[in-house]
T-cell receptor, first 114, second 112 residues
């Protein structure tokens, strides 16, 4: 099946620093990418949807200035958590969707902010 | 909001078929039914999807009722490695209805 690569898998950072997470579709062109966060024992919560070359659409309650999303090419999207604080600690997951419609997910990034 | 309803948990004996139901009574004509599963601390894994016909692949079968208001995912011979949270999602291919919105899913426990 299609492969979506997400890096890093785990990151620990100090409060106030920014963290960038990359999501790549390795064998297909992702017209749309989704970013989710997941707290322990909870379901995935959609944060934003991005289409290549255009601004991301954020879900209600998600701060666009805090979670910067860039989808500059059909195979790469990045999520930058700016000025991270302990409450931003979470499991972040990306999904890439091609023209065929099926979404494939990255392996996730566990962010821990000290 | 998620547009699907699933039982919170199910048990299945290893080697038996696991039948996971999903209700999606408000599904639109252009929306597909997708199934994913998530094993602890990993990204969701795609299983299968369908529009109105039943579908089968190497992992599972998907049975969609004629009125499309519900579906069942069937794992024909469950193994311990199938223990996971299973999510049923309805989504269009394009447009504002193309978001993959997750509900609470069904936690399937496969036992010896």
């Amino acid at each position: 099946g299609a492969v979506v690569s997400q890096h890093p898998s785990r990151v620990i950072c100090k409060s106030g620093t920014s963290v960038k997470i990359e999501c790549r579709s390795l064998d297909f062109q992702a017209t749309t990418m989704f970013w989710y966060r997941q707290f322990p024992k909870k379901s995935l919560m959609l944060m934003a949807t991005s289409n290549e070359g255009s601004k991301a659409t954020y879900e209600q309650g998600v701060e666009k200035d805090k979670f910067l999303i860039n989808h500059a090419s059909l195979t790469l999207s990045t999520l930058t958590v700016t000025s991270a604080h302990p409450e931003d600690s979470s499991f972040y997951i990306c999904s890439a969707r091609g023209v065929g419609g099926t979404g494939f997910f990255g392996s996730g990034t566990q962010l821990s902010v000290l | 909001d998620a547009k699907t309803t699933q039982p919170p948990s199910m048990d299945c004996a290893e080697g038996r078929a696991a039948n996971l139901p999903c209700n999606h009574s408000t599904i639109s004509g252009n929306e597909y039914v997708y199934w994913y599963r998530q094993i602890h601390s990993q990204g969701p894994q795609y299983i299968i999807h369908g529009l109105k016909n039943n579908e089968t692949n190497e992992m599972a079968s998907l049975i969609i009722t004629e009125d499309r208001k519900s579906s069942t995912l069937i794992l024909p011979h469950a193994t311990l490695r199938d223990t996971a949270v299973y999510y049923c999602i309805v989504s269009a291919l394009t447009g504002t209805a193309s978001k993959l919105t997750f509900g609470t899913g069904t936690r399937l426990q496969v036992t010896l």
